[in-house]
């Protein structure tokens, strides 16, 4: 699916339904909706989605998903290209861009770091 023909709300929605920790902060959850819009507007609304679909539960300033076990696996979920990209997170160059595979389309490129930091898987 082309990148402008992409749904922000269903990507960002599905992100949250992937989200490997327990619980998160909102403002970590919204550094990972980030990736996917900057528009504080859709932000709140992929947030608010995720919520009224049931995919997460937001109460006292923490997000929690609702489904265990439903990562993302870097090795069927995540397509590696080489090429001249730019980090779609944190907007450096990159010559090897990582590229997350959602039902709803693809996030990325991002670097080897920011991927990590997108999926949390670090920190």
Aim: glycine content about 10%; overall charge negative; aromatic content about 4%.
């Amino acid at each position: 699916m082309p990148a402008d023909d992409q749904d922000p709300v269903e990507l960002g929605v599905e992100l949250l339904a992937h989200l490997e920790h327990a619980e998160l902060s909102v403002a970590d959850a919204i550094d990972r909706i980030e990736t996917v819009t900057t528009n504080p507007q859709l932000q709140r609304e992929i947030l608010d989605t995720a919520v009224m679909r049931g995919v997460v539960d937001r109460e006292d300033g923490l997000v929690r998903p609702r489904s265990q076990g439903t990562y993302v696996n870097f090795e069927a979920d995540v397509i590696v290209r080489e090429g001249s990209f730019s980090c779609a997170r944190c907007g450096a160059s990159i010559s090897t861009g990582h590229f997350v595979q959602l039902d709803g389309g693809e996030l990325g490129p991002f670097g080897s770091t920011c991927i990590r930091k997108v999926l949390g898987r670090e920190n």
